[in-house]
């Protein structure tokens, strides 16, 4: 059983930067699809980013030219490097990593940008 576990999160100022890291428990990590998904008080879940196996990456409108999604496969690590953060981002950021047919999901990390 994969187990992807999510870290990083926190309370931040408008404006600063957060790195969020999420750790996935598989000697085929590279094989995955990951992505970053977010979930706001009374909201649905929403995509935020995604990269392939191949290292091909997509972005919500809402985040891009301001989030960066990255992988270490050395590490079995996805990233999500987030700048210019707003009060709107503030959700719980769950990591999701996707073989095929099988989908397993983290626990989240909260966070929170207010002054």
């Known amino acids: 059983q994969v187990q992807v576990v999510e870290s990083g999160g926190g309370l931040v100022q408008p404006g600063g930067s957060l790195r969020l890291s999420c750790a996935a428990s598989?000697?085929?990590?590279?094989?995955?699809?990951m992505g970053w998904y977010r979930q706001a008080p009374g909201k649905q879940r929403e995509v935020v980013a995604h990269?392939?196996?191949?290292?091909?990456?997509v972005y919500a409108d809402s985040v891009q030219g301001r989030f960066t999604i990255s992988r270490d496969n050395a590490k079995n690590t996805v990233y999500l490097q987030m700048n210019s953060l707003k009060s709107e981002d503030t959700a719980v950021y769950y990591c999701?990593?996707?073989?095929?047919?099988?989908?397993?999901w983290g626990q989240g990390t909260q966070v929170t940008v207010s002054s």
């Open positions: 990269i392939t196996s191949g290292g091909n990456t």
């Open positions: 598989t000697n085929i990590f590279s094989s995955y699809d």
């Open positions: 999701r990593a996707a073989l095929g047919p099988l989908v397993r």
